[in-house]
């Protein structure tokens, strides 16, 4: 409570979650509060953030579905705050960090205290300080001070690139000109194999070879879908605000992504 703005961050989360209620938005389910002290109780999510399982070295490894599953989740909380909910809810610090998960690996978005409401008809508003958090950052908050429903996209083009790349774009790589999206992009499509990360592949691979009736042909399976995933990230995170797509195109992109993954690896079982 010592910090100035703690107060105004706690208000603001307790407002944010009061009004939201979605399966993919983590649950409140009190608060406490004195003088001296500010608690929110949150459902408990014992998988712990996605930035933990992410750079774990205790052997945990995400699957391409996986993955793909928990990235819809989020998209499918951020279309809620954005076009489901009678104020637009902006978040403004989407990370890694950010994403939980319970006991049955479902995402849940957290982490409301700088998040800003949209009201009536706006569709940006100007912010008096730098939210957020640096890498994930749109960068249009530099150059115009102004927050949108296109801000929290780019942050989340971000997160998708590192979520299927196992690299932070605060990584020590990325100086001078290159950033984590224009490492991907140069790479795009033709050589994907060099930025994604490689324990999606060896996890096929190992599939591959414990279950003989996966046929090799798996794997470019896999590269096909790799490429629409980060397709669609290097889309949400374009420069240009306007050129981002809104997140309810998000949501249909991957399920597709994910449906057609799922049933391209059964007609490929079901034809041996």
């Given at each position: 409570m ?11 989360e ?6 939201a ?37 205790d ?19 951020m ?11 902006l ?21 409301f ?42 942050s ?5 690139l ?22 991907v ?6 050589e ?51 050129e ?29």
């Open positions: 010592q910090h100035e703005l703690a107060s105004k961050s706690f208000d603001t307790c407002r944010a979650l009061r009004m209620r979605h399966r993919n938005l983590v649950k409140i389910i009190t608060t406490c509060s004195n003088l001296d002290f500010r608690a929110l109780i949150l459902e408990y999510m014992p998988h712990g953030s996605l930035n933990d399982l992410l750079y774990s070295n052997g945990r490894q995400l699957s391409f579905l996986q993955r793909v599953g928990i990235m819809l989740d989020v998209a499918m909380a279309e809620y705050l954005h076009h489901q909910h009678f104020e637009a809810v978040h403004c610090d989407l990370k890694p960090s950010n994403i939980l998960l319970n006991q049955d690996m479902i995402a849940h978005v957290s982490d205290g700088i998040s800003k409401l949209l009201a009536g008809d706006e569709n940006s508003i100007t912010l008096t300080s730098m939210p957020g958090t640096v890498g994930y950052m749109a960068p249009e908050f530099g150059s115009t001070g102004k927050a949108s429903r296109a801000s929290d996209i780019y989340y083009g971000i997160v998708l590192e979520v299927f790349t196992r690299k932070k774009p605060t990584d020590a790589m990325f100086v001078g000109e290159l950033s984590l999206r224009q490492w992009s140069q790479a795009f499509p033709h994907l194999s060099n930025v994604v990360d490689s324990s999606i592949v060896l996890d096929e691979l190992n599939n591959d070879i414990r279950d003989a009736s996966r046929p090799p042909e798996n794997f470019s399976i896999l590269n096909t879908y790799l490429a629409s995933i980060v397709e669609l990230a290097l889309l949400c995170s374009r420069v240009e605000p306007e981002r797509i809104p997140m309810t195109d998000v949501v249909v992109m991957l399920n597709k992504i994910k449906s057609d993954y799922s049933h391209s690896l059964e007609s490929k079982v079901f034809s041996t």
